[in-house]
């Protein structure tokens, strides 16, 4: 199984991008899809997570509502909405995928799979 994140950019404050995760190999059906970030001499940190098969979506505190996660009509993408950018949200952004879990977890190591990473940069 191989993830492709795609859709980051430079974008000016108050913009908005949107993020693309794609799994080749196999479907997202029974499984959990996060989005992580690393910003510029920052820790990892959790964004949004999305539960394949029930559509329920998980965020972190700071995204508030600026970004929305969301199954792709293909059966293998989930997407990243995010609107409202601020320069703090400059980061590299991953997506992580794991099979075969009941509670989604918010923590990278309880995922299995990662793309590659997306970088987004916002300016002020």
């Known amino acids: 199984v191989q993830l492709q994140a795609s859709g980051g950019g430079l974008v000016q404050a108050g913009g908005s991008l949107r993020l693309s995760c794609a799994a080749s190999?196999?479907?997202?059906?029974?499984?959990?899809v996060g989005w992580f970030r690393q910003g510029p001499g920052k820790e990892g940190e959790f964004v949004a997570a999305?539960?394949?098969?029930?559509?329920?979506?998980y965020y972190a505190d700071f995204v508030n509502v600026r970004s929305t996660i969301s199954r792709g009509n293909a059966g293998n993408t989930v997407t990243l909405q995010m609107n409202s950018l601020k320069p703090e949200d400059t980061a590299v952004y991953y997506c992580?995928?794991?099979?075969?879990?009941?509670?989604?977890?918010?923590?990278?190591?309880?995922?299995?799979?990662w793309g590659q990473g997306t970088q987004v940069t916002v300016s002020s």
């Open positions: 992580a995928a794991r099979w075969g879990i009941a509670v989604v977890p918010n923590s990278p190591d309880r995922y299995d799979y």
């Open positions: 190999g196999r479907a997202f059906s029974s499984g959990a």
């Open positions: 999305i539960k394949w098969s029930t559509g329920t979506t």
